[in-house]
């Protein structure tokens, strides 16, 4: 099956600071999401982009489906950015969708 | 937000009683999903539903069934507990037509304690 790969890990920043969370994945897929999973344990949608660019206010993604990996990027970060950011894909229409392990990160005041 | 409920959202039960967790969605949607969730880990697939009364398994179903008999409606059961299956539960739902087909929207979760 499809392994998914997200980096950091871990990422702490400082209030205002900028970052890319990139996900990596090991076949062809036709469904890629981001979700935010905040300190309550909710899990929020962010962005569906099996290819190509969107932006939604602070928060932009990249898909670049013939090179197997996606880009997250959060500019001027607040602290109600802290949680986990995974990445999820599948390659059977959007059944049997692999998570990542996520990124966990800490946005300090 | 999608209108998906899941009860109960927290339950305590002891080793080798069976437990069925509850999925409810108002957005008509075809396609439902029941996860787990562990510490350290994203979220892995147990089974889903295409239809009602088609299912099919995922990632880690073993020890687990599921069952649609209403659009609305997915159930997942464990049919004698352990204590490997503490986790949280999510439920997901997502269409078939459009822009974003297949797009998942996921319901509270249920925290699930096997004593």
């Known amino acids: 099956g499809i392994q998914v790969e997200q980096s950091p890990p871990d990422l702490i920043l400082q209030e205002g600071a900028n970052s890319t969370l990139r996900c990596n994945f090991s076949?062809?897929?036709?469904?890629l999401q981001w979700f935010h999973q905040n300190p309550w344990g909710q899990l929020i949608n962010l962005f569906y982009?099996?290819?190509g660019t969107k932006q939604n206010g602070r928060l932009s993604a990249t898909t670049v489906a013939t090179e197997r990996y996606s880009l997250l990027y959060i500019s001027s970060s607040q602290t109600t950015d802290s949680g986990v950011y995974f990445c999820?894909?599948?390659?059977?229409?959007?059944?049997?969708?692999?998570f990542g392990a996520g990124t966990r990160l800490f946005v300090k005041a | 937000d999608a209108g998906i409920t899941q009860s109960p959202r927290h339950k305590v039960t002891e080793t080798g009683t069976p437990v069925t967790l509850r999925c409810h969605q108002t957005?008509?949607?075809?396609?439902m999903y029941w996860y787990r969730q562990d510490p350290g880990h994203g979220l892995r697939l147990i089974h889903y539903?295409?239809?009602?009364?088609?299912?099919d398994k995922g990632e880690v179903s073993d020890g687990y069934s599921v069952s649609r008999s209403k659009t609305e409606d997915f159930l997942l059961t464990l049919e004698s507990a352990t204590s490997s299956q503490t986790s949280v539960y999510f439920c997901?739902?997502?269409?078939?037509?459009?822009?974003?087909?297949?797009?998942?929207?996921f319901g509270p979760g249920t925290r699930l304690t096997v004593t």
């Open positions: 076949d062809s897929v036709n469904n």
């Open positions: 997901a739902i997502s269409g078939d037509k459009g822009q974003g087909a297949h797009e998942q929207y």
């Open positions: 999820a894909v599948s390659n059977t229409g959007g059944f049997k969708t692999i």
């Open positions: 982009i099996p290819s």
């Open positions: 957005e008509n949607h075809r396609y």
């Open positions: 539903s295409y239809g009602v009364k088609d299912t």
